[in-house]
């Protein structure tokens, strides 16, 4: 096993460590807002997971995380709104559509490189946004639309979530540790090397931008039953911003970065929240300290206090 094989052992280790405390938390936090708060920590622990996979693993920076979760919110629910489908059917729909959406599109904006593909990716989301906005008689528009419900208890969303993010979680290992994992990491670090290397770059950046869009459109749908409500503010750009600064402030690259910035986050902005709502203004200003001095973030930084720990 190499050293990044086994630092990828390593970080998933730790990652299911993790997971197991929240597995155990409902038995301290019995207020049902902040057991809410904690599931929606996770819905967006699993948005930051798989625009990890595009950015963190395979260097394409798409700013269209969020639009994926509502397109995948829409899918379910409106099979559910106007032919009664059923939630079991609704969220596989949602995923499929997702997936299918990022897709096409992948294979649109994959041959492009950088600020052109981060613009394209947010004008895709825009327009979806208010193309989902401004249809009344089909998605009510900014009304939003009922969704039906999963579960009565909370603590079965909870668990819900919390097995969805394992799996999530579990499969980014086995693919980061399959050949085709080596691809995407190849093309992160240098696409000119990866083709000359024999790899179709454009083939593989775009089934990593379909993957994580179907990811993305999975944390969407359970997100919709979950609030039973899915409105054009879920494809916010402010969401996707929030997805970012966890990924960043956790840790790119990472298996176990975007999951702790997440909770991090998330928590921290509900109780900025009641500062006056500047958490965004922190949250931006740590993304541009550990942009420019922390890269790694703060996975980065606890691992190297580890290895300079004394044996």
């Known amino acids: 096993m190499n050293l990044s094989q086994n630092r990828l052992a390593v970080e998933f280790r730790l990652s299911l460590v993790l997971l197991a405390a929240i597995a155990l938390l409902p038995l301290l936090v019995t207020n049902p807002y902040w057991l809410g708060v904690l599931i929606v920590s996770m819905y967006f622990a699993l948005l930051a997971a798989s625009w990890n996979l595009l950015a963190g693993y395979t260097g394409q920076f798409s700013m269209a995380p969020a639009c994926f979760a509502m397109i995948g919110g829409y899918a379910t629910g409106l099979l559910s709104y106007h032919w009664q489908v059923g939630p079991w059917l609704g969220i596989p729909a949602a995923i499929m559509t997702a997936g299918a959406i990022g897709l096409v599109l992948g294979r649109i904006v994959m041959r492009l490189r950088g600020p052109y593909l981060a613009l394209t990716t947010l004008s895709f989301a825009e327009i979806m946004r208010l193309v989902i906005g401004n249809s009344y008689e089909f998605t009510r528009g900014d009304l939003g639309l009922n969704v039906t419900g999963l579960f009565e208890a909370r603590l079965a969303y909870y668990y819900l979530f919390l097995g969805v993010l394992v799996a999530a979680q579990a499969g980014t290992f086995l693919l980061m ?63 996707t911003g929030l997805v970012i600064c ?66």
């Open 246 to 311: 966890m990924v960043v402030i956790g840790g790119m690259g990472s298996l176990i970065g975007p999951i702790a910035g997440a909770f991090l986050v998330y928590l921290s902005s509900e109780f900025l929240r009641q500062a006056g709502g500047i958490q965004l203004i922190v949250f931006s200003l740590l993304v541009i300290l550990f942009a420019r001095f922390f890269r790694e973030g703060l996975w980065g930084l606890a691992r190297r206090a580890l290895a300079r720990r004394p044996a």
């Open 177 to 239: 540790r399959s050949k085709a994992g080596l691809y995407l990491q190849a093309i992160r670090d240098d696409e000119v090397a990866a083709t000359s290397r024999g790899v179709d770059v454009v083939w593989w950046k775009t089934a990593a931008f379909a993957l994580s869009s179907a990811a993305s459109g999975l944390a969407g749908a359970l997100y919709g039953h979950f609030s039973q409500l899915v409105s054009p503010e879920l494809g916010l750009l402010l969401q």
